[in-house]
């Protein structure tokens, strides 16, 4: 059976950066998605469309199709008092913060007296990601599946 919209495939995968860091890895506990609905980024999906359980790739995905280039107006900087109750800001700490688009993960990348410059781009924005993968398994999706959007089971979304 081949991936293609509305099948759920079970795949092992290892990602690392242009200086070959590793950034994130299944390390045994497969990622189970529902192919089609935009669950993985648009680069990986593309290329996981038409593989079949056992076929193994490395694919290196451009910025663009991964998490975009860094937006310069997703950086701002905020008065200190914004973070209420934290005792001490370091650089690198993530806050969830209320902002026009909803909520959003933001990280504090630099700290100038009462300036706090905060950063909402993806952590791996403007980054060119190198996928290793191994498709393990491919089945046809149940209709909750489809309806919801995304896999269930193993490797999936956990209902309880």
């Known amino acids: 059976m081949k991936i293609e919209k509305d099948k759920v495939a079970q795949i092992d995968y290892t990602l ?12 045994g506990q497969p990622l189970a998605y ?24 490395t694919v290196t995905v451009p910025a663009a199709q991964a998490y ?19 005792e001490k800001l370091e650089v690198g700490m993530r806050f969830e913060a209320q902002s026009d688009q909803g909520m959003q993960s933001v990280e504090i990348t630099a700290i100038e007296g009462e ?9 791996l924005a403007g980054q060119d990601l190198t996928f290793e993968v191994e498709v393990l398994d491919v089945r046809d999706a149940s209709a909750e599946e489809i ?14």
């Open 16 to 27: 690392t950066n242009a200086s070959g860091e590793v950034m994130d890895k299944s390390d």
């Open 34 to 57: 529902l192919h089609g609905h935009h669950n993985l980024i648009t680069g990986l999906e593309d290329e996981l469309e038409g593989k079949a359980a056992g076929d193994k790739f």
């Open 68 to 86: 975009g280039e860094v937006e310069d107006y997703l950086i701002q900087q905020v008065p200190s008092d914004l973070f209420q109750g934290v």
């Open 115 to 123: 300036r706090v410059t905060v950063d909402a781009n993806h952590p």
């Open 147 to 160: 309806d919801h959007g995304h896999a269930h089971g193993v490797g999936g979304h956990q209902h309880h």
